[in-house]
């Protein structure tokens, strides 16, 4: 994502998204929220629902994190905090992503820290279902996958 949307000046070297795709992407999530549809947010998913909330992102994390995991490759271990999605347990998931969000938007939480205090999950108070991972559980078979893709496929089908 441009940088400039949320007010910052480009510090490295990123390939941002077309305008009119994340002008279509904050289009959809408001209409959905309008709606009040069950979201998750998955890598750049979670950081798109940040940005829409008025966040920010690290534009790089090796660059704005010193001594920061690697988060680009492979994987790292995980801290999930007490949360009504999934159980609170330290576990790993796989990582590739340089990207990641630097001040949590408005009325998000986040409920998972990598070791180096990247955020990577979230949560809106007070909105149903809106989660985003920074990870990709679609790539993962595990009981952290199912427990959140479980809550998920639940909070979609109360929504009728």
């Known amino acids: 994502m441009d940088p400039a949307i949320y007010g910052e000046s480009l510090l490295c ?19 959905i929220m309008r709606l009040q549809k069950p979201v ?6 979670m950081q798109l629902i940040n940005v ?28 999930i905090e007490v949360n009504s999605f999934m159980d609170a347990y330290v576990t ?6 340089h990207q ?8 998000l939480k986040a409920f998972a820290h990598a070791d180096d205090g990247i955020i990577e999950a979230l949560h809106s108070e007070g909105r149903g279902f809106l ?7 679609e790539r993962m078979r595990s009981n952290l996958t199912n ?4 809550k998920f496929i639940e909070a979609c089908r109360a929504q009728g």
Do not use: T
Not at 40 to 45: E, M, R, S
Not at 92 to 97: E, L
């Open 13 to 31: 070297e990123v390939a941002p998204e077309e305008a009119e795709r994340v002008d279509f992407e904050f289009s959809l999530l408001r209409e």
């Open 40 to 45: 998750l947010g998955i890598c750049y998913g």
């Open 52 to 79: 829409f909330f008025r966040g920010s992102l690290y534009q790089d994390i090796r660059l704005q994190v010193p001594d920061s995991l690697d988060h680009s490759s492979g994987g790292h271990g995980i801290m």
């Open 92 to 97: 790993d998931v796989n990582s590739s992503h």
């Open 100 to 107: 990641a969000v630097k001040e949590l938007g408005k009325g």
């Open 131 to 137: 989660v985003g991972v920074q990870w990709h559980p």
């Open 147 to 150: 427990q959140l893709f479980v």
